[in-house]
């Protein structure tokens, strides 16, 4: 192998491996998690579908573990321990970065400034805050809180969502969204995730249509997936995070129909084969049971 060859086959390894979350394999994904990544890891689009537009978007955040809770700010979370215990004891948990679970104390929550959440995603969390049925619990999965007067303050639960157009005159003391963070499983973005790069793109309305947002292509979808992730620098005692999330919609082709088409049919076909096959087979075995029973008889 010529030495350019070489290095072009290693640097594509090396881009390979670098896009693998190794921690599935040591840490397994929770059940819950049914994602995975919908676009081809070379790059390209998917195949046999027209993207119709993409939008992207770079989030800035902290991560801390669970252990992380009772220390105090910046490298903790001290003024907001109960609460985050009682929201997160309420809730399946949801995984971190593509549903892994690292298990016990060594969990992993995102926390963001409000202010920084694109306002699709913070209308969504709030419907949700609004939904009062009990069963919404397991829906809910992003609690915001208000940010401590001083450094003694202890916040005591979640804030109350911003009032609804109907309800603005309601005599309400709302706070400021400055004075807010939010805190969730990482895992918990993939429900939602075209929300968050939804604003000012040029298929807005497709993004924050969540009907049409699926797991894998499908004729006029929306997918998404979080393409980057760092890590905290927990050895320098940092929390700070960067996750970059891409969504597309897409429509199916005219020959990715064709050959979806073709491969659907090979498959019935091969099913039918297969079900021949075993019907063939236990009429052999019924046939053999009542000619060895009428020999047993003679």
């Not at 929390?239 to 970059?244: A, C, E, M, S, Y």
């Amino acid at each position: 192998m010529k030495t350019t060859q070489l290095l072009a086959t290693l640097t594509f390894l090396h881009a390979a491996l670098a896009g693998i979350n190794w921690d599935i394999y040591e840490y397994g994904v929770v059940d819950t998690f049914k994602w995975s990544r919908p676009f081809p890891d070379d790059g390209t689009d998917p195949g046999g579908f027209h993207v119709n537009c993409r939008a992207e978007g770079t989030f800035h955040a902290k991560m801390y573990k669970l252990s992380d809770l009772p220390a105090e700010p910046p490298g903790g979370l001290s003024p907001w321990h109960d609460a985050i215990e009682d929201f997160l004891g309420r809730r399946s948990f949801m995984g971190s970065w593509d549903g892994v679970d690292h298990k016990g104390h060594d969990r992993e929550i995102v926390v963001m400034e409000y202010a920084d959440v694109p306002e699709p995603v913070r209308d969504w969390i709030e419907e949700q805050q609004r939904d009062t049925n009990e069963t919404n619990d397991s829906k809910w999965m992003f609690a915001v809180f208000r940010k401590p007067k001083n450094g003694t303050d202890i916040v005591a639960g979640t804030v109350e969502p911003s009032p609804t157009a109907e309800a603005a005159d309601a005599p309400t003391q709302q706070i400021p969204i400055g004075d807010k963070i939010v805190v969730f499983p990482a895992g918990a973005v993939y429900e939602i995730l075209p929300l968050w790069v939804s604003k000012g793109s040029k298929c807005e309305r497709e993004l924050n249509n969540l009907s049409k947002y699926k797991p894998q292509a499908i004729d006029h979808s929306v997918l998404a997936w979080v393409m980057d992730h760092t890590k905290p620098k927990r050895d320098l005692g940092k929390r700070d995070i960067t996750f970059k999330i891409e969504a597309m919609a897409v429509t199916e082709t005219d020959e990715g129909k064709h050959t979806r088409l073709m491969w659907e049919r090979m498959h019935r076909t091969i099913r039918r084969n297969e079900r021949r096959i075993q019907r063939e087979e236990r009429q052999k075995a019924r046939k053999e049971i009542e000619e060895g029973r009428f020999k047993d008889e003679l």
